[in-house]
């Protein structure tokens, strides 16, 4: 009868540990790394609309009475991206104080 961990086969189980390994910390750091990224992107995308959706405002509105009619723009900004009311609001409120 052979020994289970001759020939290699303490090769084939620090490989199996490493790859554990590799998955772990693959998991826990480098996946939530990307996915910072991907969400940084999603809020230029709607700090853009915000913004245009502003700009739509200020040319509607031509004097001081398009900053009443905010909600205008947040409705705008949820019916193109699908984002919360509270998140809307934000990025609307942001892009009026830049203005």
């Known amino acids: ?26 998991n826990k750091y480098i996946i ?20 245009e959706a502003i700009d739509e405002l200020r040319t509607k509105y031509p004097d001081k009475t398009w900053l009443e009619h905010l909600q205008e723009a947040i409705e705008v900004v949820i019916s193109i991206t699908g984002i919360d009311a509270d998140i809307a609001a934000r990025a609307v409120k942001a892009a009026a104080a830049r203005r």
Do not use: H, Q
């Open 1 to 26: 009868m052979e020994p289970i961990l001759a020939d290699g086969g303490w090769l084939g189980i620090l490989g199996s540990v490493a790859l554990t390994l590799v998955g772990f910390v693959a």
């Open 32 to 51: 939530p790394f990307l996915n910072v990224g991907r969400r940084k992107k999603y809020a230029e995308y709607i700090a853009a609309i915000a913004e």
